[in-house]
């Protein structure tokens, strides 16, 4: 529900749960945990958690809104997404995980729809009903919870469970979200449990995605929960390090024009120093140069002289006739060089682009 507070006028999100279906001891125990868990949270990319009341019929939960529902909302309107956005959802909830796993908790009940998207389309982690806070590091919880196709192989087998069940639920969500189903869903529970006991799974012949985003997931998907990435290696992972612009690194053209924009700045720039700063290989950038017969010199004397040196991006003027301007056509150019064009991504992605670089985030 959404609720308005009459004092402030403030709009928050409320759970609301009937004393009548909270029976028994262990039920209202469950919900204290909850409560308890989620008001110690205090994170960017966990949905806030204001305040908590009941009355006579029942108990309320006051959370920050977030206008765009979920990813599952999203995913559902889009049957799958791009590998640009991917990476930045799951960065941020890398990130979630994180701040959680540092406190000692685990969510257990990772999946699309308790991802949640605010008014800048930031992924937000909500639902903290199946989380459980370990009472020392190395403890191993037991307790069969979760969702079917996203359960962790560890939990099915009762061998103790920790950290690793929001990591398998991670990796779950990358193949969802590129694949478009889930990796391990069949129509009988007892058949996908099976098949995550086993790690079963496969992508689909011609599955278009890149090879780093199937190592990761076959990296994350592993039966063994000691074999699996911590978050720390997956962000390190090639998926994760591949730059906004996925799938041009052969390319470097956005590399070359964001230098000459640096040097119209800066003049005395340099191109090694270009590259570090946004995180591209100097040598990999020098040798496409030489394929396209340029040079670091030649590049900083055209910049200076205000000529053009042939960059595929070319800007929307104010003349630009209106047929000319659709979704195939028009690009976004960030400071740092990067380039998308809209149909690598979707409007919502761009959306929140444009919110974080108005914002002056990075």
């Known amino acids: 529900y959404e609720l308005i507070c009459q004092d402030n006028n403030k709009v928050f999100a409320a759970k609301m749960l009937p004393l009548s279906d909270i029976k028994t001891e262990r039920q209202r125990q469950k919900l204290v945990t909850e409560i308890k868990i989620h008001k110690s949270l205090h994170h960017q990319q966990i949905v806030a958690f204001e305040h908590n009341f009941k009355d006579k019929t029942n108990v309320y939960i006051l959370l920050e809104l977030c206008q765009n529902q979920t990813l599952n909302e999203l995913f559902e309107r889009r049957k799958k997404l791009s590998e640009i956005e991917v990476q930045c959802y799951m960065i941020q909830l890398i990130k979630a995980l994180k701040y959680l796993h540092s406190h000692r908790v685990i969510h257990r009940d990772l999946k699309l729809g308790n991802l949640f998207l605010n008014d800048k389309m930031e992924l937000k982690v909500g639902d903290f009903g199946l989380a459980t806070k370990l009472d020392f590091e190395g403890e191993r919880k037991k307790t069969v919870c979760g969702t079917p196709n996203y359960i962790a192989p560890e939990v099915l087998l009762g061998i103790g469970h920790s950290y690793e069940v929001d990591i398998w639920a991670l990796g779950v969500i990358i193949y969802t979200l590129l694949i478009g189903k889930p990796p391990f869903e069949t129509r009988e529970v007892k058949t996908t449990y099976n098949k995550i006991k086993k790690a079963d799974f496969s992508f689909p012949v011609n599955c278009k995605i890149s090879s780093a985003a199937k190592n990761i997931i076959k990296k994350i998907l ?15 992972d090639e998926f994760f390090n591949q730059g906004i612009a996925m799938g041009t690194r052969k390319d470097y053209s956005h590399v070359i024009s964001g230098f000459r924009k640096e040097l119209q700045i800066n003049s005395s720039a340099c191109l ?34 205000g000529d053009a040196i042939g960059s595929p991006f070319v800007p929307l003027s104010m003349e630009t006739p209106a047929a000319a301007v659709s979704p195939m056509n028009l690009q976004l150019a960030f400071p740092n060089g990067i380039r998308l064009s809209a149909d690598q991504c979707s409007p919502e992605f761009i959306l929140a682009l444009l919110n974080g670089y108005h914002g002056g985030r990075e």
């Open 272 to 305: 090694s120093g270009y590259c570090r700063s946004v995180g591209v290989s100097i040598s990999a950038v020098h040798h496409w140069m030489e394929k396209k017969g340029l040079s670091a010199k030649k590049i900083k004397s055209e910049a200076l002289s």
């Open 222 to 236: 592993v039966v063994d929960s000691k074999k699996r990435p911590n978050l720390n290696e997956i962000l390190s």
